[in-house]
């Protein structure tokens, strides 16, 4: 079986040197760098954030909506008042009753 292997690799052997010739001299695809090539990424991804941050409204100056009316003081306190009351006693449970 060894000498099977050593056959079959001494066959193979002229080729393997020819593929690895032929790949060592094979032409280049591009004449651009890496650093060209990345320099040219990076441009082409600033282009497109800076034109998200547009369609997005990210540097928009104009102030937010905002949901409630705190224009009523007497309202503003009752809200300050429940929030109070679910923070004592738990977010989004009923105030325990106390015995005694």
Sequence with gaps: MGAFFL???AWL???VRHLITWLR???RLTDV????ALDDLARALEQEWAEEERLRRVNDPRPLPVGG???NP???AAKRRRQASLTK???GYAPRKRHG
Excluded: I
């Design 13 to 15: 052997l002229p080729y």
């Design 69 to 71: 009316n705190s224009s």
């Design 89 to 91: 006693s738990g977010a």
């Design 33 to 36: 760098t890496l650093e060209e």
């Design 74 to 76: 007497a309202r503003s």
């Design 25 to 27: 001299a094979a032409p």
């Design 7 to 9: 056959a079959l690799t």
